[in-house]
């Protein structure tokens, strides 16, 4: 199952290195995220991001938090809760690009509608 996922995800890895944005991310891979971060990150922290049984990830609860430890967070999760490390599956780019997201209010699909 993870070697699928693992083939997929280098797949999808490879077509992205095709039209590459300024900050490094095609515009494909960024959908990827986006979409990763409603469904993936959603289950756990709401489809808004609002919270669940994660907290929520809005910019108002972000606040005072530092970029690194959001970062730290999100690439090794928190042992002994629910929040996995995603390091595995995400680059260190990938991980730079969804924190700067949720910092900017920009996380939830729904957000900016
Ligand atoms: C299986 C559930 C689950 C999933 C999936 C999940 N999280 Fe979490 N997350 C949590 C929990 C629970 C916490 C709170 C951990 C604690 O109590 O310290 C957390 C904490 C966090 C924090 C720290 C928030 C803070 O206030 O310090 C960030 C940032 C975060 N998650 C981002 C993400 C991102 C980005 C994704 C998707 C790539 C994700 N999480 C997916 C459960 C999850």
């Known amino acids: 199952?993870?070697?699928m996922i693992a083939a997929c995800m280098l797949s999808a890895l490879s077509l992205?290195?095709?039209g590459v944005a300024a900050d490094g991310l095609s515009a494909e891979r960024q959908v990827e995220l986006r979409s990763l971060l409603q469904q993936d990150c959603g289950s756990c922290h709401g489809l808004t991001l609002k919270g669940g049984l994660g907290p929520s990830l809005l910019p108002a609860a972000l606040a005072g938090k530092s970029?690194?430890?959001l970062?730290?967070?999100v690439r090794n999760g928190r042992?002994?809760?629910a929040m996995p490390p995603w390091r595995p599956i995400l680059?260190?780019?990938e991980i730079d690009w969804l924190v700067?997201?949720?910092l900017a209010g920009d996380g939830a699909l729904h957000s900016t509608e």
């Open 1 to 3: 199952m993870w070697r």
């Open 79 to 81: 042992p002994g809760t």
């Open 71 to 73: 970062l730290e967070t």
């Open 100 to 102: 700067d997201r949720l």
């Open 16 to 18: 992205s290195s095709v």
């Open 91 to 93: 680059s260190e780019q």
């Open 67 to 69: 970029r690194e430890s």
